[in-house]
């Protein structure tokens, strides 16, 4: 096969790579953006972190 045409197939299979990895981003952006704007997050459930001075580990404080 000649340079020119594996060269030519390589572009065409580079561009169509990118219309789906374009066109994928597009869609995960677009679920992400619904989900933020559905409702807020409720963080009165949220565990806050306490650093454990003897371990150096964090662990759920008991507040």
Do not use: C, F, W
């Not at 963080?43 to 008991?62: A, F, I, M, N, Q």
Request: no cysteine.
């Amino acid at each position: 096969m000649p340079p020119l045409v594996i060269v030519a197939l390589g572009a065409l299979g580079i561009a169509a790579l990118a219309k789906v990895i374009a066109a994928e981003t597009r869609r995960v952006n677009e679920t992400l953006d619904r989900q933020k704007a559905a409702e807020p997050a409720d963080t009165s459930e949220l565990h806050r972190l306490k650093r454990d001075p003897v371990t150096g580990d964090y662990r759920p404080s008991s507040s």
